[in-house]
């Protein structure tokens, strides 16, 4: 599918899916193609041309002739000066060249309503794509990490309808779309296209990029486009977090610490180890969640929540932990972090399995 924009633009517009081929290119091979039924038909004219006569001169067919009678069919315009007088002449028009004419026009007219139809309707859907994104998720890179992260994030309840992902590599943007998310291709260090996926009004931002220098470039250029987010990274190394967070980073995941502290944890008690890597796996087991408190737990203590181990109570923007005296009973308007059995994915939601 074509679309009548730079490259840079096109790069820009939301997949839903990503449209693998150059519109260019492929409008080039078109072109290529057209012009060369055009010469085919000039050719068999020209080496035939003793079977023509050219009603408005009495020199014979020349090359130009030849093309221009070439133009004129092919075009079904056929002003009648020049015409095939022989027999074979006109079989040959009648076998060869007709098909030849109907074959441009296909390619012609095919194109033309690619351009204008599909790629229009696709211009259509990313503009009221943007109307309507407000308050989503953008994913940042949709590698390992990142596919975990979004599918946490499905499992707490957030709809693929709000979720964002914004990877360089085509297939990464093709397992997003196959995962029923809106995806960009692109350089995420670009503000065009953070612009293009409304990073400015999103409520989070989720950057897991391979390289630590990438995800610091990444959070100034969302932060710069949005002040207010919540903008959570991922790093490989610890002694970079400080660099992130001067970034404008809310909150910073250290992979290769956090790997290596749940080794640790596992050589120290497998079931230590078992019971951490339970609640950070998703869908069975156990599994940690935070959400509103009920009316009906107000004044209530933490531990006498049913169900749910209350492990953590965020009151005016402040985590409180179980064992902090300011925490000892749940107020309206509380969200408890707690743990909890892990519930199964929906079966109108089904997720894919984590990579990790």
């Not at 989720?206 to 207010?228: E, F, G, K, S, W």
């Amino acid at each position: 599918m074509a679309k009548l924009r730079s490259r840079g633009e096109l790069m820009s517009l939301v997949s839903m899916p990503r449209i693998e081929t150059s519109p260019f290119k492929e409008l080039a091979r078109r072109g290529f193609f057209a012009l060369l039924l055009l010469f085919t038909i000039t050719a068999m004219v020209w080496l035939d041309r003793g079977s023509y006569i050219d009603n408005t001169a009495a020199d014979g067919v020349s090359l130009i002739d030849a093309l221009y009678y070439a133009t004129v069919t092919v075009t079904t315009t056929g002003y009648g000066d020049i015409t095939p007088i022989t027999a074979h002449a006109r079989l040959l028009n009648a076998l060869i060249i007709t098909p030849l004419r109907v074959t441009f026009l296909v390619v012609l007219v095919g194109t033309t309503i690619e351009v204008l139809a599909n790629q229009g309707s696709r211009s259509i859907r990313d503009s009221i794509w943007r109307k309507k994104m407000r308050n989503h998720v953008v994913v940042i890179g949709y590698g390992t990490k990142g596919r975990s992260a979004v599918n946490t994030l499905r499992r707490q309840g957030e709809t693929a309808e709000r979720i964002v992902v914004i990877d360089s590599d085509a297939v990464a943007v093709n397992e997003a779309n196959i995962d029923g998310l809106a995806a960009f291709q692109g350089d995420a260090t670009r503000r065009e296209l953070l612009r293009r996926a409304e990073v400015s009004k999103a409520r989070q931002v989720i950057i897991c990029l391979d390289r630590d220098d990438a995800a610091v470039l990444a959070t100034l250029t969302v932060r710069q486009l949005n002040p207010t987010a919540g903008v959570i990274v991922a790093v490989r190394e610890q002694a970079n977090v400080p660099l992130v967070k001067q970034s404008g980073a809310s909150s910073v995941v250290t992979s290769s610490e956090t790997v290596g502290r749940l080794l640790g944890l596992s050589a120290i008690g497998p079931d230590m180890g078992t019971i951490i890597q339970d609640m950070l796996t998703g869908g069975e087991g156990l599994e940690v969640h935070q959400r509103l408190a009920e009316a009906s737990e107000a004044g209530q203590p933490p531990s006498a929540v049913q169900g749910e181990r209350v492990i953590g109570v965020v009151r005016n923007g402040t985590l409180r932990r179980f064992y902090d005296k300011t925490a000892t009973r749940i107020e309206v308007g509380d969200e408890l972090i707690v743990v909890r059995r892990a519930q199964p994915p929906s079966n109108r939601d089904v997720l894919r399995r984590d990579e990790d």
